[in-house]
């Protein structure tokens, strides 16, 4: 062989994979199957090592299964719809469509060069035609399915760039694209029934045993089941129709607590009262913030008395004053609730800013007497602490919280003024946005007939081509010719719906489309049923909630409709979050002092630290998440084009746990192709060996073989790879020591590349054929240890002397105790501890350990 070359090496057997379509997802009933998925990627213009990480993670279990005789489907597509591709347009002129192509182009061209077993046939965009349309089609069955609806929302509202945003596109109050202070407005929205599914979504979690504990936990709190009481004040001095205010609440044991009632700004009574300008200017300063929980919690607390007041259910003389509140959001509860200031924080800061009144209806167990003692702030106890409540249903009692809840709700059952609740904080699924790029809502507005879906043999409805950006808004909105149509139902003019749908409906089915990509249909029945479901998923945390929520809640409403089977409802069996790829940031800074960041390879090192290429000093700030606006990406074209695809694939999985961050560094780098050389010129030298070689130590060789297969084995089963790599370090350095015979040692240099192979395909395929292997060691069967070589003839036994460990010796499994008190009491550590003192006591536990008594 010459010397080691992966610019030669791996497009070369890239194409022989491409020749023996040796990724090709074939459904065989005669196999089991497997299907790995890595979550697909946004096409934003250029991949970094982050993207390798992840990809490799998946390749390897691929690869992997594949040698273990499974049918595997490993598939990759584009998450190509979103606001970045209209953004772009805007700031750079031509039309997202072209801009988001573009990028799928460079990042596909990027990827293959990293030996990745996917297969490219089922590649999809979910910008493309067909698959919209059959989102589309979906969608209308679900309007059938009673999955779907309409309703007036209120939403955050981005005056400068006229659209709706989702709550993460908000930050600290503003859009996160035109910096505008974000509006909450009221306007009519499409609807996934999401909620319908809490409990099942909920109690389902338990069963996904092999999904991290943390994102179930973060699912769990996201649903958030709550046990409460829902009751009704009677209203004093209210308009007509309002003779009750309900309320909702999880900790009733708090109600002879309360101090005040308060409705949200969007409560049908609050609106009632609007006619009042001071109501109107109040209403207006609340519609400025935002609407999610986590914005009204920071959010400055603002109220305005109406002046209604309503009676207290177990004191009718008891009257608490209503006020309009920030702070509430009206899609959780009913939109109203009692304050009770002592023991939450939000109604403490209200009550104190407003001055109400403060009572305490629990103290700390070890408190006795009630009191009513000036608080600093609110006692919130933890869930499980006991408290000793000093007001309420439980009387001088200790309990906790859930004892005293439920105690406060038999109570108004019984004296039939409320009832027992259970709610969740999950709320349906709003999937309107007023943008261009993105799944048009196939519905049509008819004067007739009303909102019409789309007859199917018109779909896909499909985007318009000649649109501009010149003007804010969804330009959807100013295309007469797309927008105004005929009525799918009776033929008469009608208008489009201009709204399309939030990009995380494209995601939550795409793994299910994969299974048959260029069907006519959503799904076909034969292929969903073979390889749904997903048995490893792969991605980072922050998908741990919306996505994995959404798509779990998307496989149900597929199984409802006809499009999985039941068995899918649950899609993912298996998920692995991966840690990221982190590097040194490099900055500079203007004449502003604004911090100007550059590309790694611009920098250059020497002993007096980085400067640019003409000198100028640069700051190095530790490593954080490889990141686009601080320029500290490594693009993997650069680092093939140095060491090759299988040292970076090498790198990403053997520097650290794949759950944790790994940094990349030059040097890390460089190290790995230095190995990796090694092992090719190891493959030379064994290559050379004369056949009729002798050697010694074959059996040495054999079982370092059959442990070095089991132990990489059980590595890449448990998602250890770094392990299994490090196991492959040492099997390395065992087999450059050995002097076994030629056919032992070219056995073991086989094994070596199958071993390899998921990690570094092609530097494996090298050794593979040169050693002899018969086909393309990607589809060589796994190798198997032969059990009885995995037994250890020796046993290492512990020393310890006067209780303390002070040594080990390596002596066969069958030797005699009297003999292993000789070779114990001779070592040459044994020796130095004992210092000549006497042994009193010496016991050998075979197999186990020996003690010294001196």
Same mark, same amino acid.
């Given at each position: 062989?010459? *010397?080691?070359?992966?610019?030669?090496?791996?497009?070369?057997?890239?194409?022989?994979?491409?020749?023996?379509?040796?990724?090709?997802?074939?459904?065989?009933?005669?196999?089991?199957?497997?299907?790995?998925?890595?979550?697909?990627?946004?096409?934003?213009?250029?991949?970094?090592?982050?993207?390798?990480?992840?990809?490799?993670?998946?390749?390897?279990?691929? *690869?992997?299964? +594949?040698?273990?005789?499974?049918?595997?489907?490993?598939?990759?597509?584009?998450?190509?719809?979103?606001?970045?591709?209209?953004?772009?347009?805007?700031?750079?002129?031509?039309?997202?469509?072209?801009?988001?192509?573009?990028?799928?182009?460079?990042?596909?061209?990027?990827?293959?060069?990293?030996?990745? =077993?996917?297969?490219?046939?089922?590649?999809?965009?979910?910008?493309?035609?067909?698959?919209?349309?059959?989102?589309?089609?979906?969608?209308?069955?679900?309007?059938?399915?009673?999955?779907?609806?309409?309703?007036?929302?209120?939403?955050?509202?981005?005056?400068?760039?006229?659209?709706?945003?989702?709550?993460?596109?908000?930050?600290?109050?503003?859009?996160?694209?035109?910096?505008?202070?974000?509006?909450?407005?009221?306007?009519?929205?499409?609807?996934?029934?999401?909620?319908?599914?809490?409990?099942?979504? %909920?109690?389902?979690?338990?069963?996904?045993?092999?999904?991290?504990?943390?994102?179930?936990?973060?699912?769990?709190?996201?649903?958030?089941?709550?046990?409460?009481? &829902?009751?009704?004040?009677?209203?004093?001095?209210?308009?007509?129709?309002?003779?009750?205010?309900?309320?909702?609440?999880?900790?009733?044991?708090?109600?002879?607590?309360?101090?005040?009632?308060?409705?949200?700004?969007?409560?049908?009574?609050?609106?009632?009262?609007?006619?009042?300008?001071?109501?109107?200017?109040?209403?207006?300063?609340?519609?400025?913030?935002?609407?999610?929980?986590?914005?009204?919690?920071?959010?400055?607390?603002?109220?305005?008395?109406?002046?209604?007041?309503?009676?207290?259910?177990?004191?009718?003389?008891?009257?608490?004053?209503?006020?309009?509140?920030?702070?509430?959001?009206?899609?959780?509860?009913?939109?109203?609730?009692?304050?009770?200031?002592?023991?939450?924080?939000?109604?403490?800061?209200?009550?104190?800013?407003?001055?109400?009144?403060?009572?305490?209806?629990?103290?700390?167990?070890?408190?006795?007497?009630?009191?009513?003692? !000036?608080?600093?702030?609110?006692?919130?106890?933890?869930? +499980?602490?006991?408290?000793?409540?000093?007001?309420?249903?439980?009387?001088?009692?200790?309990?906790?919280?859930?004892?005293?809840?439920?105690?406060?709700? !038999?109570?108004?059952?019984?004296?039939?003024?409320?009832?027992?609740?259970?709610?969740?904080?999950?709320?349906?699924?709003?999937?309107?946005?007023?943008? #261009?790029?993105?799944?048009?809502?196939?519905?049509?507005?008819?004067?007739?007939?009303?909102?019409?879906?789309? !007859?199917?043999?018109?779909?896909?409805?499909?985007?318009?081509?000649?649109? =501009?950006?010149?003007?804010?808004? /969804?330009?959807?909105?100013?295309?007469?010719?797309?927008?105004?149509?005929?009525?799918? $139902?009776?033929?008469?003019?009608?208008?489009?719906?201009?709204?399309?749908?939030?990009?995380?409906?494209?995601?939550?089915?795409?793994?299910?489309?994969?299974?048959?990509?260029?069907?006519?249909?959503?799904?076909?029945?034969?292929?969903?049923?073979?390889?749904?479901?997903?048995? &490893?998923?792969?991605?980072?945390?922050?998908?741990?909630?919306?996505?994995?929520?959404?798509?779990?809640?998307?496989?149900?409403?597929?199984?409802?409709?006809?499009?999985?089977?039941?068995?899918? @409802?649950?899609?993912?069996?298996?998920?692995?979050?991966?840690?990221?790829?982190?590097?040194?940031? #490099?900055?500079?800074?203007?004449?502003?002092?604004?911090?100007?960041?550059?590309?790694?390879?611009? @920098?250059?090192?020497?002993?007096?630290?980085?400067?640019?290429?003409?000198?100028?000093?640069?700051?190095?700030?530790?490593?954080?998440?490889?990141?686009?606006?601080?320029?500290?990406?490594?693009?993997?074209?650069?680092?093939?084009?140095?060491?090759?695809?299988?040292?970076?694939?090498?790198?990403?999985?053997?520097?650290?746990?794949?759950?944790?961050?790994?940094?990349?560094?030059? =040097?890390?780098?460089?190290?790995?192709?230095?190995?990796?050389?090694?092992?090719?010129?190891?493959?030379?030298?064994?290559?050379?060996?004369?056949?009729?070689?002798?050697?010694?130590?074959?059996?040495?060789?054999?079982?370092?073989?059959?442990?070095?297969?089991?132990?990489?084995?059980?590595?890449?089963?448990?998602?250890?790879?770094?392990?299994?790599?490090?196991?492959?370090?040492?099997?390395?350095?065992? %087999?450059?020591?050995?002097?076994?015979?030629?056919?032992?040692?070219?056995?073991?240099?086989?094994?070596?590349?199958?071993?390899? &192979?998921?990690?570094?395909?092609?530097?494996?395929?090298?050794?593979?054929?040169?050693?002899?292997?018969?086909?393309?060691?990607?589809?060589?069967?796994?190798?198997? !240890?032969?059990?009885?070589?995995?037994?250890?003839?020796?046993?290492?036994?512990?020393?310890?002397?006067?209780?303390? $460990?002070?040594?080990?010796? =390596?002596?066969?499994?069958?030797?005699?105790? +009297?003999?292993?008190?000789?070779?114990?009491?001779? /070592?040459?550590?044994?020796?130095?501890?004992?210092?000549?003192?006497?042994?009193?006591?010496?016991?050998?536990?075979?197999?186990? @350990?020996?003690?010294?008594?001196?």
């Amino acid at each position: 062989m010459s *010397r080691y070359e992966p610019a030669q090496i791996e497009p070369k057997w890239q194409s022989a994979w491409d020749q023996a379509q040796a990724f090709l997802a074939r459904r065989d009933p005669a196999k089991p199957k497997y299907y790995v998925l890595e979550m697909f990627p946004y096409p934003s213009g250029r991949i970094h090592m982050g993207h390798v990480r992840n990809y490799t993670m998946g390749d390897v279990v691929a *690869r992997y299964k +594949s040698a273990q005789g499974f049918s595997v489907l490993h598939p990759m597509g584009w998450d190509a719809f979103g606001m970045p591709a209209e953004n772009a347009a805007m700031e750079r002129g031509g039309h997202p469509k072209d801009w988001t192509y573009g990028n799928i182009a460079d990042m596909r061209a990027q990827m293959k060069p990293l030996g990745l =077993s996917i297969d490219w046939t089922r590649e999809f965009a979910t910008c493309d035609p067909e698959y919209y349309g059959q989102q589309q089609a979906m969608f209308i069955d679900m309007m059938e399915a009673g999955l779907v609806y309409r309703k007036n929302a209120v939403v955050n509202w981005d005056p400068v760039d006229m659209t709706v945003l989702a709550n993460e596109q908000v930050i600290d109050g503003k859009g996160w694209r035109s910096g505008a202070a974000v509006e909450r407005r009221e306007l009519t929205q499409w609807f996934f029934k999401i909620s319908d599914y809490s409990e099942e979504l %909920l109690s389902a979690l338990d069963g996904l045993t092999n999904w991290p504990e943390k994102v179930r936990l973060m699912q769990a709190n996201w649903i958030g089941r709550s046990r409460g009481l &829902q009751f009704a004040f009677e209203t004093v001095g209210a308009p007509e129709g309002f003779e009750k205010l309900e309320v909702y609440t999880t900790r009733p044991d708090t109600l002879l607590g309360a101090s005040f009632a308060a409705i949200s700004a969007d409560h049908p009574l609050a609106k009632t009262l609007e006619s009042d300008p001071k109501v109107a200017a109040f209403l207006a300063r609340c519609r400025l913030g935002g609407t999610t929980a986590e914005a009204l919690e920071t959010a400055e607390k603002i109220g305005f008395d109406t002046g209604i007041r309503v009676k207290h259910p177990l004191d009718p003389n008891w009257e608490l004053p209503v006020w309009i509140a920030n702070f509430i959001l009206m899609d959780y509860g009913t939109g109203a609730i009692f304050g009770c200031p002592a023991h939450d924080q939000r109604d403490f800061d209200f009550a104190t800013k407003y001055g109400l009144p403060i009572k305490a209806v629990f103290a700390p167990e070890e408190r006795g007497a009630a009191s009513d003692e !000036a608080l600093a702030e609110a006692y919130v106890p933890m869930k +499980s602490e006991r408290v000793r409540y000093l007001r309420g249903f439980a009387g001088a009692e200790v309990q906790t919280g859930d004892e005293a809840v439920a105690a406060a709700i !038999a109570h108004a059952e019984s004296t039939g003024y409320g009832t027992g609740v259970t709610k969740f904080r999950l709320r349906d699924w709003g999937v309107s946005r007023q943008r #261009y790029w993105g799944c048009p809502i196939p519905v049509v507005h008819c004067p007739a007939c009303g909102v019409v879906p789309e !007859a199917k043999e018109n779909l896909p409805v499909r985007l318009p081509d000649d649109v =501009s950006f010149d003007v804010p808004g /969804n330009p959807l909105d100013r295309h007469p010719t797309w927008r105004d149509c005929t009525c799918p $139902r009776c033929g008469a003019a009608a208008r489009r719906e201009t709204d399309t749908m939030d990009t995380f409906v494209d995601s939550s089915w795409y793994y299910a489309r994969f299974t048959a990509p260029r069907a006519q249909t959503p799904t076909v029945a034969e292929d969903a049923a073979y390889w749904m479901n997903v048995d &490893q998923y792969i991605g980072g945390i922050e998908h741990a909630i919306l996505h994995l929520l959404y798509s779990r809640f998307f496989a149900r409403a597929m199984a409802k409709t006809g499009h999985l089977p039941h068995s899918a @409802i649950e899609p993912f069996n298996a998920l692995f979050t991966q840690g990221m790829v982190t590097h040194e940031i #490099y900055m500079t800074r203007d004449a502003n002092g604004r911090p100007v960041y550059h590309l790694p390879e611009d @920098i250059v090192r020497s002993d007096s630290g980085a400067t640019l290429a003409d000198g100028t000093a640069v700051e190095v700030i530790p490593s954080a998440k490889m990141s686009k606006s601080k320029k500290n990406v490594v693009d993997p074209m650069n680092i093939i084009a140095s060491f090759g695809a299988d040292t970076a694939r090498w790198f990403v999985m053997s520097d650290s746990p794949p759950e944790r961050d790994v940094e990349w560094t030059s =040097s890390g780098a460089e190290a790995a192709f230095k190995h990796l050389s090694r092992v090719w010129t190891l493959c030379s030298r064994i290559g050379e060996m004369p056949e009729g070689h002798k050697g010694e130590g074959d059996d040495d060789l054999r079982r370092a073989t059959a442990k070095a297969i089991d132990e990489v084995t059980r590595g890449i089963e448990s998602f250890a790879f770094n392990k299994a790599i490090a196991v492959l370090y040492g099997f390395t350095n065992t %087999l450059a020591k050995a002097n076994a015979s030629t056919p032992v040692m070219k056995e073991a240099i086989r094994t070596l590349a199958q071993l390899m &192979q998921p990690m570094v395909p092609h530097i494996a395929e090298s050794i593979w054929t040169y050693q002899g292997g018969q086909g393309l060691c990607c589809q060589a069967p796994w190798p198997k !240890a032969d059990p009885a070589l995995l037994v250890d003839d020796t046993v290492i036994l512990p020393i310890q002397i006067n209780g303390k $460990r002070r040594a080990e010796i =390596s002596v066969p499994k069958d030797m005699p105790a +009297s003999e292993v008190e000789k070779i114990a009491l001779a /070592n040459e550590d044994v020796v130095r501890f004992l210092a000549g003192q006497p042994v009193k006591k010496i016991i050998v536990v075979p197999g186990r @350990i020996i003690n010294v008594v001196a």
